[in-house]
């Protein structure tokens, strides 16, 4: 280690503690210098659905990162692959986990054509290294690599992205979660899962492969860069504490996440921890806005297939176009048997909602998501984009995706018999 590595954070507290108090929000971690937190040791990892934890080598007690912004090809789903920006070759980028008070070195490589930085969104640090292009330094040139050197002095959820035209480089996928862990030697304290999920949304036309960053409607809504119906379920055991991050650098979009099946605390944000959550409301819904990360807890009581969702029904929607006529209820007659002596196979869409999209057959656009979604164990959902699965069973495989849920005998909505109909009472008009 240089001497110039050596003396960064005591000289740097040492010219802070000339000047009065209150202490700065990192003087405890660097007074205190803990040694590199050790996954499973000191905290359970988080698990990313569909995404990857950065690697880090650890030097002379600091844990070194790499980040390289630069063009990639992501898959969002299967059959739909975009050209976009990324970092290690991922939207959004690995996600970055450390322990509270660990120190790191992060190099950011620019391998993007236009300049860049990386700004630590929520982390508590010194400012010279808070990534604000022309305000706390130059944007990084393209080829050219930065270092940024920090202590991470509170454990939460946080999130990185470009602070340097984040309307194109945020908006072409440069970003991605970072989570702080409490160092905490007992398991049983600890949450038995622990999720984290990144939601984003796009504007990219049927049949292309670019973002368009300079749209404001979005078409393609994702979590961890990947709409349901390729969204990896969650799956967890009965009886565990579940913990779900969830971190929102949408354009535009603040994302309503509901829940199904469950009723919970939201614990935390990227301000830090509620801190008594006895008091908290509980929620169904937690309202993620742009530019924020919320953590949720809940104690997984109920087996089955629990779906959770933006409530924004256009977001649960996959490369929907905005501009069709509402054809909701329309008489079209015979219109369509006309239309089809000129065009053979011709359908009017949309007369009964978007349903009417799943009759078989219709070809879809080259690299183009079908705006159906998932297609469930029972049918179509006419449902997906933001969008996923909790799967909670009594038993699993460590965890490996037990499949669709074997609901008990008896316990799943069904056709109405006469025998039942007779008995509540209930007539039905027609008979
Ligand atoms: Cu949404």
């Known amino acids: ?44 990892p988080t ?12 030097v002379d007690g600091v844990k070194v990162f790499h980040l390289t912004a630069e063009e990639i090809e992501w898959e969002v789903a299967k059959g739909f692959t975009i050209k976009t920006w990324g970092f290690n ?24 054509p236009a300049p860049t930085t ?27 690599t930065y270092l940024y050197e920090f202590i991470f002095p509170d454990s939460g959820t946080f999130m990185y992205h470009p602070h340097f035209d984040g309307m194109t480089q945020e908006g072409m996928g440069l970003m ?4 702080v ?31 368009n960053t300079l749209r404001m409607d979005f078409n393609v809504l994702t979590m961890n860069g990947r709409v349901m119906p390729d969204t990896e379920p969650l799956v967890a055991e009965l009886g565990d504490k579940i913990w779900v991050r969830y971190g929102n650098l949408s354009a535009m979009d603040h994302h309503p996440i509901h829940l199904h099946g469950y009723s919970f605390k939201i614990i935390g944000s990227d301000g830090g921890w509620a801190k008594d959550p006895s008091v908290l409301l509980p ?40 501009q069709f006529p509402n054809m909701v209820g329309m008489d079209v007659g015979d219109f369509d048997k006309r239309v089809r002596k000129l065009i053979p196979g011709y359908m009017t869409m949309g007369v009964t909602g978007m349903k009417d999209m799943t009759k078989t057959g219709m070809p879809i656009p080259k690299n183009s998501i079908p705006m159906l979604g998932y297609d469930g164990p029972f049918g179509q959902t006419v449902f997906g984009g933001m969008a996923n699965i909790l799967r909670v069973r009594e038993k699993t495989d460590h965890y490996k995706d037990p499949g669709p849920y074997a609901f008990p005998r008896g316990s799943m909505a069904s056709p109405a018999t006469i025998g039942d109909l007779q008995r509540d009472g209930i007539l039905l008009q027609n008979q």
């Open 47 to 58: 698990v990313v659905p569909n995404g990857s934890t950065a690697k880090y080598q650890i």
């Open 181 to 211: 862990h409490k160092r905490e030697p007992d398991p049983a304290k600890r949450p038995d899962r622990d999720f984290a999920i990144m939601l984003h949304e796009w504007n990219i036309d049927v049949g292309t492969a670019r973002p």
């Open 89 to 112: 070759g991922s939207v959004p980028g690995p996600m970055i986990e450390v322990a509270e008070g660990d120190r790191v070195r992060i190099y950011v490589t620019n391998k993007l």
């Open 176 to 179: 991605g979660m970072i989570v």
């Open 283 to 322: 929620e169904t819904t937690v309202l993620v806005p742009v530019g924020s990360a919320k953590v949720i807890e809940f104690l997984a009581n109920n087996p089955g297939d629990w779906i959770f969702h933006c409530h924004m029904t256009h977001h649960t929607m996959n490369q929907m176009g905005h």
């Open 118 to 144: 990386v700004h630590w969104h929520g982390v508590l640090i010194v400012c010279g290294m808070d990534g604000v292009a022309g305000v706390t330094q130059p944007a990084i040139p393209p080829g050219e």
């Open 1 to 44: 280690m240089d001497i110039k590595s050596k003396l960064f954070f005591p000289l740097l507290l040492l010219g802070f503690l000339f000047s009065d108090p209150p202490p700065l929000p990192w003087e405890n971690a660097v007074k205190e210098h803990l040694p590199p937190g050790v996954p499973v040791q000191d905290y359970t």
